[in-house]
């Protein structure tokens, strides 16, 4: 039984393998030094900037992510959403976007953004339908392609 839990210290590791582990499928790859770093400290980046990271658990193993990173005090980013490939489909991915936008609301965020890679199809597909809007940044992490934005 799959459950969403808050960020616990160590979980980082485990967020570093799952992250691995979904991007291969799709031929990309981490980058624990630039565009992952953030991954490193989740303390740090997310819980101490009045942020927020959330693990989704099965028995004991880390099979799903996602951190809300602030921006400013009106804008959130999301960030770190992850999912094993056998664990979509049932759901999860919907508890951990529903979930998202509650805690970002509670957070006081206005707008919450997104970047991801035109490849990761099932992503965009959820972002779209939660509202998310293609929008074109000033800037995008070597790994994105694709910007998303939606008021919360």
């Known amino acids: 039984m799959c459950k969403l839990r808050d960020y616990r210290k160590g979980d980082e590791v485990h967020v570093f393998k799952l992250m691995e582990e979904v991007l291969a499928i799709y031929g990309l790859k981490i980058n624990p030094e630039v565009t992952d770093k953030d991954i490193s400290n989740i303390q740090r980046n997310y819980i101490d900037r009045k942020g927020y990271f959330a693990i989704i658990e099965d028995k004991g193993n880390v099979v799903g992510s996602y951190g809300i990173f602030r921006l400013s005090d009106d804008v959130c980013e999301l960030r770190k959403m992850y999912l094993k490939s056998q664990y979509q489909g049932r759901g999860l991915g919907k508890l951990m976007m529903e979930d998202a936008l509650i805690k970002a609301k509670e957070l006081g965020f206005k707008k919450m953004v ?19 809007k293609k929008f074109t940044s000033e800037h995008l992490s070597d790994r994105c392609d694709c910007a998303m934005e939606r008021d919360l």
Not at 114 to 132: D, P, Q, W
């Open 114 to 132: 997104l970047e991801t890679n035109s490849v990761l199809k099932e992503a965009i597909g959820l972002y779209r339908k939660y509202g998310f």
